[in-house]
C-alpha cells in the first residue's frame, strides 16, 4: 500500500475515466463493520481514504451503501484499481443492486 499505481489521465492530461465524477453527495459506505465517506463517486466506481487495513490492487470488496436517497443497507461488490501515495483507495464497482444503480443515475 502507499504507493502510487497508474494515473486515470491519458500522456496529454485528459481524463480516461468514462463517467463523470461526483464529489457531493457523499456516499457513506460500510466495509468490515467500518465506516467511510467518499472522497469522489460515480456510476462506475468511487475513491475513499485509507482503508482499516492492508489492500491491494485487484482485491475484491464486498460493502453497502449504508443511507443515501432511500437507499439502507444496500450491497455491492468493488474491485481496487488504484491505490493513492496518501492511502486513499480507488475501486470500480464490479456487482450493484438496481435500487444503487437507479440512485446513482438520478444525480
Not at 21 to 37: A, G, S
Not at 48 to 69: K, Q, Y
Request: with cysteine; aromatic share 8%.
Amino acid at each position: 500500500m502507499g504507493k502510487e499505481t497508474s494515473d486515470p489521465k491519458f500522456a496529454d492530461g485528459r481524463e480516461q475515466r468514462q463517467h463523470s465524477r461526483h464529489v457531493m453527495p457523499r456516499l457513506t459506505l460500510r466495509f468490515e463493520d467500518h465506516k467511510y465517506k467518499t472522497t469522489d463517486w460515480s456510476i462506475g466506481g468511487f475513491q475513499i481514504g485509507r482503508f482499516h487495513r492492508p489492500v491491494r490492487v485487484g482485491e475484491t470488496l464486498e460493502g453497502s451503501v449504508v443511507t443515501w436517497r432511500g437507499l439502507k443497507h444496500e450491497a455491492f461488490k468493488a474491485d481496487v484499481l488504484r491505490l493513492g501515495s496518501e492511502g486513499d483507495v480507488s475501486c470500480r464497482f464490479l456487482t450493484v443492486t438496481r435500487a444503487i444503480m437507479n440512485a446513482i443515475q438520478r444525480v
